[in-house]
């Protein structure tokens, strides 16, 4: 079933939009980037990265959207804590969490990025990221736009 990329974005910065004070900025270069895959899924993929990105980090979040060379491409970016080269093999990793002891109480189980890695390869999608300890990092999201035949 065909969705758009841009509204199920914009659906996901409006949850959070309601629930938190922080700064959410989104750019858009496009606003439709139909793409083949599942609308729940894909809401779930970025309420995922956006949880991440809040809870990392302390200032403004940057969503940005636009279209590359036939993909429909998602970038959410944080200024936050960061991920060290190390880490960041592991990231998409199942129950791989960093500063576990510390993270304990706050419930997390280290699932969210690899279900994100599991539902973008599931729908013919890809899932990247950059990350620079101390600095923040950029997670990136890349479908295929779908094509009128
Ligand atoms: P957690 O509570 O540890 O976040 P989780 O289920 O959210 O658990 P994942 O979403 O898979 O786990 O993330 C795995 C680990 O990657 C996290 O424990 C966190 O240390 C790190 N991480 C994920 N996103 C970011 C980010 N935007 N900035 C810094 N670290 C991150």
Known sequence: VPVSMVKVVDEIVKTFDGITE??????????????????????????????????????????????????????????????SQQDLKHIFDRFYRIDKARNRETGGTGLGLAIAKSIAEANDGEISVISELHSGSTFTVKFPILTEE
């Open 22 to 83: 922080r700064d959410i900025q989104i750019k858009k270069e496009n606003h439709t980037m139909m793409v083949k895959a599942d609308h729940d899924q894909m809401k779930q993929l970025f309420y995922i990265l956006m949880d991440n990105a809040l809870k990392y980090s302390q200032d403004t979040i940057d969503v940005r959207l636009f279209e590359e060379a036939g993909k429909a491409v998602v970038e959410v970016q944080d200024y936050g804590k960061g991920i």
